[in-house]
Structures are given as C-alpha cells and as structure tokens.
C-alpha cells in the first residue's frame, strides 16, 4: 500500500454505535411515511443487504428518503451524545492523530457528530464533510480530495457498510472494511474492500 497522509472515516457505524438508535427512531416513523418497521429478529438479516435492497424490501418510498432522513436525524440530535465510541476507537484515534490528518465523510449533520466528538473527547479531527444523498458517496470522495489536493493514494478510507466499500472502489480509493457496524463480515468481503477488519486495534499495522 502506498504510504498514506489521511484516513477517512464513516461515523454512524464506525465511529460511532449509534445505529440501535438510528433503527428505533427510523421504525417511529414507519406509520407516517409508509413503511414497514424492522423486527428485531431481521436485524441481521438486513446486515446482509444493501441500503438499496434494504429499502425496497420495507417499501420506503425512495422520493421521500431525504424527507425521512432529516427527520431522523433531527430526532437523533437530542440524544446524539448518549451514544457510545465502539470498543478500542478511541485508543486508535489518539494512536493515528500524531502521524496522520483524520477527516469524517458522513450523512449524518455536522452539529451531531460534533456533539458527539466533544462529549467524548475525541476531537482529533482535521476535518468533516457531511453529504445529505446517502447514494452519492464517491463524488464527496473525489470533492475530498480535490479540496484537500491530496491523490487517491494518499487517503484510506474506514467505513462499515457495502455503499462506503463501492464508493471507494468506484474512484479507485483503498478502503478498510470494518465488520462491528451496519453490514455483516460476509456481506463486505463479497465486495472485495482492500482490507476487511474485525477490531480497531487491526487498522494501525495496516498503516504503519
């Protein structure tokens, strides 16, 4: 692997276990907007699938997605800080921040994460960019880059779910695929991600 300058995460999933939360408050919504909720026994199979599969499978009307995800969000920022870091985060950003700049790519808002960065003193970050099209993830990416005038092979990206694994691979961007968040192991080694992790601690070799 080429020597890195930047490691890019996901947040929700990655960073942060926030998704338990995310779900209920996505389920109080169904009613309203015509859906169906998620069971807790489908929980894992939906880990297996895709956002996409995910919401056809619930009949989540796809024009009034970013309708729901602002609610959801919204909803999440009164409590953004009762989340906690997954197990072994916080020792692997305070380990990374010295040597590298660290960035946060996330469809959640600005204002959470930062609530929850400073809640939990993890405030190691050079920056965050927050992209509201959940769909649209490579073309953050390339605006990453651009702005920050870093090439493709200066930056890594960390994320949990199958759509972080294909952005990156569609702009030819090394990615690391955590298993602890959003999708199963098995789902995202189908997708061949440069590295497939199951603990933070096995990111640092991968950089040094």
Do not use: C
Not at 45 to 55: A, D, G, H, S, V
Not at 76 to 93: C, D, N, T, V, W
Not at 102 to 111: A, P, Y
Request: glycine letters at 4%; proline letters at 4%; zero cysteines.
């Amino acid at each position: 692997m080429n020597k890195k300058t930047t490691v890019l995460f996901d947040f929700d999933g990655t960073i942060a276990n926030s998704l338990p939360r995310l779900l209920e408050i996505s389920n109080s919504f169904a009613e309203e907007y015509g859906y169906r909720q998620v069971r807790e026994d489908e929980i894992q199979l939906f880990r297996e699938k895709t956002t996409l599969q995910t919401f056809r499978e619930l009949k989540v009307p796809l024009l009034k997605v970013p309708t729901i995800a602002r609610k959801v969000k919204q909803a999440f920022r009164r409590e953004a800080h009762l989340s906690q870091p997954y197990q072994g985060i916080k020792p692997l950003l305070a380990h990374l921040n010295p040597s590298y700049q660290l960035g946060i790519l996330t469809s959640n808002t600005r204002q959470n994460v930062q609530q929850f960065l400073h809640q939990h003193q993890l405030e190691h970050f050079s920056f965050i960019y927050t992209s509201s099209n959940i769909f649209g993830k490579a073309r953050v990416l390339k605006r990453i880059l651009r702005e920050k005038k870093l090439s493709v092979s200066e930056m890594i990206y960390v994320g949990d779910e199958l759509r972080d694994v294909n952005a990156a691979r569609q702009i030819g961007m090394d990615v690391i695929a955590v298993s602890w968040g959003a999708n199963t192991k098995k789902a995202l080694a189908m997708l061949r991600p440069t590295y497939l992790v199951d603990k933070p601690t096995e990111i640092i070799p991968l950089l040094i």
